[in-house]
T-cell receptor, first 113, second 108 residues
């Protein structure tokens, strides 16, 4: 079964540093997403991406966040200047149409110290 | 956004028992999915079920869209079923809203 691949699985970074989380969506999918889950809390939507632009974003997705699809396969989430409260599990997801289910990656656990 | 409420919040079962998890949502939906989050944090897609009934082995799910609820049935539970079960819905905006989950522990 096709998978969404995320790297790294764990990342520890110092407060104020920039991090880039990487995702390889399923190859024929057109819609890409980032979600996050702070420890012990529910999964929250960050941003959706279609046709090389952001289609929707939440209040969480402020100016310190950005997304990019630098080539035909990768989809990245950049956090410019990390804060302690950015510590969370970050999930990438993709789907081929708006009328089908999402496939989630295994997540990147980000710890900001 | 759409409100999603899951019940019960916590559940402890003995191996072999059956259970029903419930998801209520506040508005009409285009998408409803059930996920299992395993102890490693991975979100495993169980069902894409905006309406109707589906079965996959010991798991089955039913969504009654007109009454705004979905049920996930786990039969003959195993210790590997432990984890958190999330219901997530998508309404007119194209983003999934997750419930707070049901934390399931299956004991030997």
């Amino acid at each position: 079964e096709p998978e969404v691949t995320q790297t790294p699985s764990h990342q520890v970074t110092q407060m104020g540093q920039e991090v880039i989380l990487r995702c390889v969506p399923i190859s024929n999918h057109l819609y890409f997403y980032w979600y996050r889950q702070i420890l012990g809390q529910k999964v929250e939507f960050l941003v959706s991406f279609y046709n090389n632009e952001i289609s929707e974003k939440s209040e969480i997705f402020d100016d310190q966040f950005s997304v990019e699809r630098p080539d035909g396969s990768n989809f990245t989430l950049k956090i410019r200047s990390t804060k302690l409260e950015d510590s969370a599990m970050y999930f990438c997801a993709s789907r081929d149409t708006l009328h089908y289910g999402y496939t989630f990656g295994s997540g990147t656990r980000l710890t900001v110290v | 956004g759409i409100q999603v409420e899951q019940s019960p919040p916590d559940l402890i079962l003995q191996e072999g028992a059956n259970s029903t998890l419930r998801c209520n949502f506040s508005d009409s939906v285009n998408n409803l999915q059930w996920f299992h989050q395993n102890p490693w944090g991975q979100l495993i897609n169980l069902f894409y079920i905006p309406s109707g009934t589906k079965q996959n082995g010991r798991l089955s799910a039913t969504t009654v869209a007109t009454e705004r609820y979905s049920l996930l049935y786990i039969s003959s539970s195993q210790t590997t079923d432990s984890g958190v079960y999330f219901c997530a819905v998508e309404g007119s905006g194209y983003a999934l809203n997750f419930g707070k989950g049901t934390s399931l522990l299956v004991t030997p």
